[in-house]
């Protein structure tokens, strides 16, 4: 800002004392490129926030910083077994970053970010940096990972939501009772070749499967939660009495409700225990980790994925309406409260207060 009259030192992640023999700018990418002696290679990304700044900036006590366009890179990993001598570097987080200037640190109230696409809905909230100067925030371009019923299997390949489609979009920054509004763009890697109609019919099956695995969720938790109604007063009851045995033949009809749709065998990561919920986040990994369009197979298998889930619903539905009935009405007789079954609408109000 002042011809170099000030200087102020560079700490985010750079060693404190290492000696540098070279920079660049990368004339494309905008990236700030440091050569060192004997530590390797340092990248700052995208220095147009930087160029961006004026005094008029500095003077202001909050200010966007525009950033360049970010990429949506092909996502992949790869498991090796190196050793000290080979070189290795770290991967560009699959993510577009938000910068913006503060004056002074903010101290009360919260600091938000929310992205709302060009129909004006929200696709993410996420935290705001606080501190006084300039902030980054990575956005992860994808919508929050699915819901995810526990089990003993790790949901290999589930890990991440749907990435939203390349454009424009809107951000808002809520800081106390004060609004600040930007924008951020994504366009896609350029090595990709898929055209839109591809990229069309893989984000409509990404979101079908992410909404099933919600379900999915809504159905085993609601299992769950009824059996562990039923557990609950049953343990209230004496050992001999007849209600009681009644409340846990109920009980383990629920626990294997449960069972049939996730895994449940102990101590091992990959027990190879694929129940429905292992093959539907298989097949959402596989779907939403592929850019191109989904394989005839895929849109099959979601077919029948999808019968099954519904018949797993209607099946728990119908024990409910057989059994909870009478034994609530035997329950009363004891002055024990009933057993009150999750709805759907009860479970989809919970998870908008979380």
């Known amino acids: 800002m002042d011809g170099g009259r000030q200087w102020g030192q560079f700490t985010a992640g750079m060693p404190s004392a290492v000696s540098v023999r070279d920079l660049a700018i990368h004339p494309r990418d905008h990236d700030l490129i440091v050569a060192t002696h004997g530590r390797g290679i340092y990248i700052l990304d995208d220095i147009t926030p930087l160029r961006k700044l004026t005094q008029q900036t500095l003077d202001s006590d909050v200010a966007f910083l525009e950033s360049r366009p970010w990429v949506m890179p092909f996502t992949g990993s790869e498991f090796g077994f190196g050793n000290d001598d080979e070189f290795e570097g770290q991967v560009p987080q699959e993510a577009a970053y938000i910068t913006y200037y503060l004056k002074k640190r903010h101290i009360v109230g919260d600091l938000k970010l929310e992205v709302y696409d060009q129909d004006g809905r929200l696709v993410n909230t996420i935290p705001g940096g606080k501190r006084r100067g300039i902030n980054r925030v990575a956005w992860p371009m994808r919508l929050p990972p699915p819901r995810f019923p526990p089990a003993t299997q790790l949901a290999f390949f589930a890990f991440a939501g749907p990435r939203v489609p390349a454009g424009t979009y809107n951000v808002k920054m809520i800081k106390g009772k004060d609004t600040f509004t930007s924008q951020v763009t994504l366009v896609h890697d350029p090595r990709s070749k898929y055209g839109p109609e591809e990229r069309a019919a893989q984000r409509e099956m990404t979101l079908k499967l992410y909404d099933m695995l ?141």
Do not use: H
């Not at 009644?246 to 629920?254: A, H, I, L, N, S």
């Open 214 to 354: 919600g379900r999915l969720t809504m159905v085993v938790e609601s299992i769950t939660d009824t059996r562990d109604q039923a557990r609950a007063r049953a343990e209230k009851l004496p050992p001999g009495d007849g209600l009681r045995k009644r409340r846990e033949t109920f009980e383990k009809t629920m626990e294997d409700q449960r069972q049939a749709l996730v895994s449940t065998k102990e101590g091992e990561v990959v027990s190879g225990e694929d129940k429905l919920r292992e093959e539907l986040g298989m097949l959402y990994g596989l779907v939403n980790l592929y850019e191109g369009r989904p394989t005839e197979s895929q849109v099959t298998r979601m077919g029948v994925l999808a019968k099954d889930l519904e018949a797993a619903y209607a099946k728990y539905q119908a024990t409910v309406a057989k059994d909870v009935t009478p034994l609530n009405a035997q329950l009363g007789s004891k002055k024990l409260d009933p057993i009150t079954p999750l709805t759907e609408e009860a479970w989809k109000a919970k998870q908008e207060r979380k």
